[in-house]
């Protein structure tokens, strides 16, 4: 119970889980690619899973190595980036298959995707807290970042405003972007916009990405604001027929009752 309050509060649906994890996790992944090519050989783009299994048997490997790093110096920056990055990357992609996988029609769609969805959690707590040890170390923008992010899909009070002041603060494109990101969620349409607008802003050549992300969620919220006006001008439409409809037939009523009454007094 105490999740779905959280998942209220966050404003936090299926659909916007992946939009945000999808979205923030390749922009990390855009800012990492030297690091990950050293784990993933340069054959990521051949070794993308299909399933939640695949997606665990590509990534467990690489999370036991850098563990193992760990284990020799704790305080190795590099270590402790990277598997941070490689349990939030894991985590987006068992999130996303998790809810891909409800449309196989298996009769354990229900519970597998509840156990996926766990699964994702610790994942993504696994990497806040990786972050966290990093961060406790030397501060980084990129992880502080991502930790943030680790926050809010946890379910974690108080995720958005960190976000908001870190954008502030910060600048980051893609911060504003994922601020973004997380007030459409909420249903916040014009901080929606505005923070998409500070990303574009931020990312005025598209180095990042962050531009024609939020150039794309900009069109995107301008498309549902459209089709909300075309619904409110139909209703209004349908309204003002059906009162005109109701008012001819009482004028017709009363005409038609005018009428007989005239024929009787007449008789």
Known sequence: M?????KKKNGRGPLMTIAVAVFSIMMVVAMLLPSLS???GGTQKDQTPKTVAE???QYQPQADELNKKLEANDKDLDALSTLGFTYYAWAGQVEQL??????????????ALADNQAHAQELYRNARDTF?????????ARVHEARIMCSYYLNEDGAVDEMAAYAEQSGSATAWAD?????????ESELAKE??????????????????????YLSYLQQLEDLQKQAETA??????????????????DAASTTTTEGESASK
């Open 2 to 6: 105490a999740e779905n309050n959280n």
């Open 38 to 40: 050293l784990i993933f």
């Open 55 to 57: 997606a665990d048997a």
């Open 98 to 111: 998790s809810y891909s996988s409800i449309s196989t029609g298996s009769e354990d769609a229900t519970t």
């Open 132 to 140: 966290d040890r990093y961060l406790a170390i030397q501060d980084d």
């Open 179 to 187: 601020l973004g990101m997380m007030r459409m969620g909420a249903g």
């Open 195 to 216: 923070a998409f607008n500070k990303a574009v802003e931020a990312d005025p050549n598209d180095a990042q990405g962050a531009k024609s992300y939020a150039e794309q």
């Open 235 to 252: 209703a209004a439409a349908t309204t003002a027929a059906a009162t005109t409809a109701a008012t001819s037939a009482t004028s017709a």
